[in-house]
T-cell receptor, first 114, second 117 residues
Framework: GENVEQHPSTLSVQEGDSAVIKCTYS??????FPWYKQELGKRPQLIID?????GEKKDQRIAVTLNKTAKHFSLHITETQPEDSAVYFC?????????????FGAGTRLAVHP | GAGVSQSPSNKVTEKGKDVELRCDPI?????LYWYRQSLGQGLEFLIY????????KSGLPSDRFSAERTGGSVSTLTIQRTQQEDSAVYLC???????????????FGPGTRLLVL
């Protein structure tokens, strides 16, 4: 069945360093890849997403890259800040018409130390 | 505007009892999804609604789980004869019926934390 694997499960960095989280997906027909940030006790919130017709997308300090051949996508956070500390989830879907069932990775707990 | 809301925020129940969890999507969003998040885990898809219809119920774990949506708006997830393994956070998300870039974003509610004793 559909599966998304996410690594690492935990990541600890110093403030100002970069953080990279990697995901692989199994369904080659997947065409939509969002990343969600979930702070403790809060709802998941979309931080960036990418469609399969694009190889890279950037929004200020965050960027996502997609390698369709390898079925692999990554989140890059530069100049990390303590407020970036949260759990990050990647997801993949075969987005079609009104249907967008997201298959989530298990999450990465990012800790940014001052 | 108002985001997705869910109630109750917390629910403690005894094994064997039935529970109902409610989701109020963002006004105008025709697509609605239920997910389950077990402790320290990712989100697991349960069911998808388009309007009042549920074209995909493939994620419901057993026939003790059911959901309905009325008026193209509010949805209720019902768990009958709850078991301890049902303990989790149940999240609802809504989105537009995507017709263009950016409309596929799913907005999540705060979740209902269910504890079955």
């Amino acid at each position: 069945g559909e599966n998304v694997e996410q690594h690492p499960s935990t990541l600890s960095v110093q403030e100002g360093d970069s953080a990279v989280i990697k995901c692989t997906y199994s369904d080659s027909a997947s065409n939509y890849f969002p990343w969600y940030k979930q702070e403790l006790g809060k709802r998941p919130q979309l931080i960036i997403d990418i469609r399969s017709n694009v190889g890279e997308k950037k929004d200020q300090r965050i960027a996502v890259t997609l390698n369709k051949t390898a079925k692999h996508f990554s989140l890059h956070i530069t100049e990390t800040q303590p407020e970036d500390s949260a759990v990050y989830f990647c997801a993949a879907s075969r987005f079609s018409g009104g249907y967008n069932k997201l298959i989530f990775g298990a999450g990465t707990r990012l800790a940014v130390h001052p | 505007g108002a985001g997705v809301s869910q109630s109750p925020s917390n629910k403690v129940t005894e094994k064997g009892k039935d529970v109902e969890l409610r989701c109020d999507p963002i006004s105008g969003h025709t697509a609605l999804y239920w997910y389950r998040q077990s402790l320290g885990q990712g989100l697991e898809f349960l069911i998808y609604f388009q309007g009042n219809s549920a074209p995909d119920k493939s994620g419901l774990p057993s026939d003790r789980f059911s959901a309905e949506r009325t008026g193209g708006s509010v949805s209720t997830l019902t768990i009958q004869r709850t078991q301890q393994e049902d303990s989790a956070v149940y999240l609802c998300a809504s989105s537009w019926s995507p017709l263009g870039e950016g409309r596929e974003t799913q907005y999540f509610g705060p979740g209902t934390r269910l504890l079955v004793l």
